[in-house]
């Protein structure tokens, strides 16, 4: 993917921007991280905790550039055959059985059996060709024409087999079939690797990523975050909201309250007509916040110091 | 920032950089090396927040990786341009004239009136020396005299590089190398003047003995501040490296936090390198060839499918540590080891014995390594009884031995003259993959007194002698490599 392809990605500020458009609202490390994936051609491996954007991440670049989302879900027992390619086993076991039928005709004439096998070879190889080729997640994105976004969703689940089969297309953007040679990418998509951080990910596939660590979001981002996804919502119930989230987040929780959560309780206290929060809205809705008995235990014996202190004027 | 030098002097401060970060221990590769240079090339070098964004991007591959980055940035860009515009108005406010510009735009501004009676003072004093004349059009007292902040920093860096400043560990050095730095400047010249110009009374000396004294001044600092970057990573090295060669009964006990903190680190490390995930059985893809093949009895109908399969060895270790008072010393440490190697390798199991010996798996699963250690040492210490403690082990465990089990011994070998029941040690050679001995005596010792070690040897794969950190690391990963 070339620059003058994808104006979107020239600057730091035109991905912020454009990404704002879209209604996602990123730091400008991230924009910084993008633009940087995107002129030095290298995947960008993101980490942080669940539901801080990382695969909404890619999403939108797609959506930003208006190429292709091409997406690898990683799960523990994900092989090559599921995520790179895979032979059309019916298409091939036809093409013998038509093969055997046309044989009579193809050796027609041929004298003696010198010739026949020379003829045969003349036939060319076609059982091994793109024609039986399935191609999987990671293929196609190599073969898409205007580019693509690679998006490979929590690869820590992946195992450690399946890291070593990514290196080749990660650093090379090419794959190798055994039975054809390498298939280089036609265009170089962009690559997202998202982690939770369950497993450490090896060396070998960090060092050939840019990596981008996204925290939980700052009280202002978030804000603005609420305000790009539910822009209806009270400015003063926005800012109390986000920093009742925040400091839930301080709690010793199983499952922190991540962003799409945030947002979630944003419109519910939307629909809810709610003007400010207060003990009773908490309580009633908490379970769009906290998702585990305990957490909504926890929070609620905390709920005193918690709410936000009466707003003055 | 095209200019090329200036953009050359940027690259060699990006080594260095690094070059701090690995001190820090972040691990940063040649290929992460060229991203950074490629990073910086796109991003320039006109604002360092977006700098930051992007070098920890390329460089810091861990949110603790990137702590640590944030904090050597700001350590090491930040205080990278050394002021000499402090030093310039005080000499402003010695003379009593306005203060003058400051920043780094100063030396683009018209100079100030005190320096411009000093350099007239110079000017007027080297129409009749030619010498004087010659140091002053000299580079390094030109960008004195214009107070050239970038140009005297970019001299300064590339004399730190002639002189390998970054190579700077102990604080003794710090004279030594400042003398070097100076000298690579071409202070020489300015020193030689000054003690001719001092004989002969010129009135040139004054000004000029002031551009000497920031000069040292300037470089006085930047050695300090290498110094204080360069050995703060460097010396917590230093002390990781002595805990792994230090003979682990040497070892004090403050320091043991530390060894644990280090022996985890490397169970991780082994553990990371040679994981084998357990995995079933899998079916695999469909092997073409050989279906046709199979085929061709049939007159090729394919009646059966074949398929490749992938199996995969799985890999046992049972780990049996002497935990009697002859070892107690190394015990600790070896326990700790197997605490962190069963806490990262799928199937490990631990044994621990003295006079008798039982499996402490669970107890390592269960406790906090400090509780589990204690335990074990109070459940099995005492007196040692190899004999009984094989029995037991065969007791326990034999039959789970088979040919993907690795067995690792760790004891002494000390057997207080009773039966070491070497038939055991046999069977266990026999059925298993391998046995390792790993003895915290040195090879000379074994034999001696009751050690059973000769005897002991015979039914093992492979022994060697193990007391320090460094050697039990090389010696697991020479097994975990064996054991694929």
């Known amino acids: 993917m070339h620059t003058q ?23 400008p490390k991230i924009a910084t991280a993008v633009f940087l994936a995107f002129q030095l051609r290298k995947p960008i491996l993101v980490e942080g905790p669940p539901g801080v954007g990382k695969t909404e991440l890619a999403k939108t670049t797609a959506m930003l550039l208006d190429v292709p989302l091409i997406r690898l879900q990683c799960y523990e027992g994900l092989d090559e055959a599921k995520a ?7 298409k091939q076991l036809l093409y013998t059985q038509v093969l055997k039928e046309k044989l009579g005709d193809l050796l027609q004439g041929a004298q003696g059996l010198a010739e026949s096998v020379e003829r045969l070879h003349q036939f060319g190889d076609t059982f091994y060709s793109e024609e039986f080729l399935e191609p999987r997640p990671l293929l196609k994105a190599m073969q898409q024409e205007r580019g693509a976004i690679l998006l490979i969703d929590e690869v820590d689940k992946s195992d450690y087999e399946f890291e070593s089969l990514l290196l080749e297309i990660l650093s090379d953007y090419q794959v190798s079939i055994p039975e054809i040679g390498t298939v280089q990418a036609r265009v170089t998509p962009m690559v997202f690797l998202t982690s939770n951080n369950t497993r450490d990910i090896s060396d070998a596939l960090k060092r050939r990523c840019l990596h981008l660590y996204i925290p939980f979001p700052s009280v202002a981002l978030e804000e603005r975050i609420v305000l790009s996804r539910v822009p209806d919502i009270d400015q003063q119930l926005r800012h109390q909201l986000v920093e009742f989230v925040h400091s839930l987040r301080d709690l010793d929780l199983k499952k922190s309250p991540a962003i799409s959560e945030t947002i979630d309780w944003a419109r519910s206290l939307l629909l809810l007509h709610a003007r400010e929060l207060d003990a009773q809205v908490i309580q009633s809705t908490l379970n769009v916040l906290l998702k585990f008995e305990d957490d909504i235990n926890t929070a609620e014996s905390a709920l005193r110091e918690l709410l936000p202190r009466p707003a003055h004027g | 920032m095209a200019e090329p030098t200036q953009s050359s002097a940027m690259q060699s401060h990006l080594v260095n950089f690094i070059g701090l970060l690995r001190s820090h221990d972040v691990r940063v590769s040649p290929a992460e090396t060229l991203d950074a240079m490629d990073v910086a090339a796109t991003l320039g070098y006109a604002r ?31 205080q990278r341009l050394a002021d000499f515009s402090s030093t310039r108005e005080e000499r402003a406010t010695q003379t009593g004239e306005q203060e003058a510009p400051s920043g780094p735009e100063a030396a683009s501004m018209p100079k100030g009136d005190a320096d411009h009676s000093a350099a007239q003072l110079l000017e007027t004093a080297a129409q009749t020396d030619a010498d004087l004349q010659a140091l002053l059009t000299s580079p390094l007292l030109r960008q004195l005299q214009d107070n050239d902040s970038a140009a005297l920093n970019l001299a300064m860096g590339e004399a730190a590089a002639s002189v390998g400043l970054s190579q700077i560990r102990m604080f003794t050095q710090k004279g030594q190398f400042t003398r070097r730095m100076l000298d690579a400047m071409g202070e020489d010249q300015l020193r030689r003047t000054l003690v001719r110009l001092d004989q002969e009374d010129s009135p040139a000396l004054e000004p000029l003995r002031r551009y000497r004294d920031i000069l040292r001044e300037q470089v006085r600092d930047y050695v300090e501040r290498q110094y204080l970057l360069q050995a703060e990573g460097e010396n917590a090295r230093f002390m990781d490296d ?74 046992q270790l049972l780990a049996i540590c002497d935990v009697s008072g002859s070892v107690a010393a190394y015990a600790k440490f070896l326990l700790l080891f197997l605490y962190s190697l069963q806490d990262v ?68 070998a000390r057997n207080n003259h009773g039966d070491p029941q070497l038939d055991i040690m046999r069977s266990i050679y026999q059925r298993s993959r391998r046995v390792i001995w790993l003895n915290p005596e040195s090879r000379r010792a074994w034999g001696t007194g009751d050690s059973e070690m000769p005897r002991y040897l015979s039914a093992c794969h492979f022994a060697a002698e193990c007391n320090n950190l460094t050697q039990l690391e090389r010696i697991v990963d020479q097994l975990l490599k064996m054991n694929r």
């Open chain 1, 5 to 27: 392809d994808f104006p979107q990605l020239a600057s730091i500020e035109a991905i912020e921007q454009g990404f704002e458009s879209f209604g996602y609202i990123c730091s």
């Open chain 1, 84 to 90: 790179l390619y895979e032979w059309k086993y019916g």
């Open chain 2, 48 to 78: 360092r927040d977006r700098l930051r964004d992007g070098l920890a991007a390329a460089l810091a591959k861990t949110p603790a990786e990137e702590a640590i980055f944030q904090h050597c940035f700001s350590r090491f860009f930040d």
């Open chain 2, 242 to 315: 002595l805990l792994r060669r230090t003979r682990l009964s040497n070892l004090e006990l403050r320091y043991q936090h530390r060894v644990q903190e280090l022996v985890q680190r490397m169970a991780r490390k082994l553990a990371e390198r040679h994981a084998r995930k357990r995995r079933t059985y899998r079916r695999g893809k469909l092997d073409m060839g050989r279906t046709l093949r199979r085929g061709i009895a049939n007159d090729g109908i394919l009646f059966h499918t074949h398929w490749k399969r992938t199996q995969k060895n799985k890999p």
């Open chain 2, 345 to 412: 390798l799928p199937k490990v199991r631990s044994f621990a014995f003295s006079s008798h010996l039982g499996e402490v798996s669970e107890l390592f699963a269960q406790h906090p390594v400090d509780k589990a250690i204690e335990l074990v040492n109070w459940r099995y210490g005492g007196a040692t009884d190899y004999g009984k403690s094989l029995q037991d082990f065969a007791r326990l465990a034999l039959d789970d031995i088979n040919s993907s089990t690795t067995v690792i011994m760790l004891g002494d």
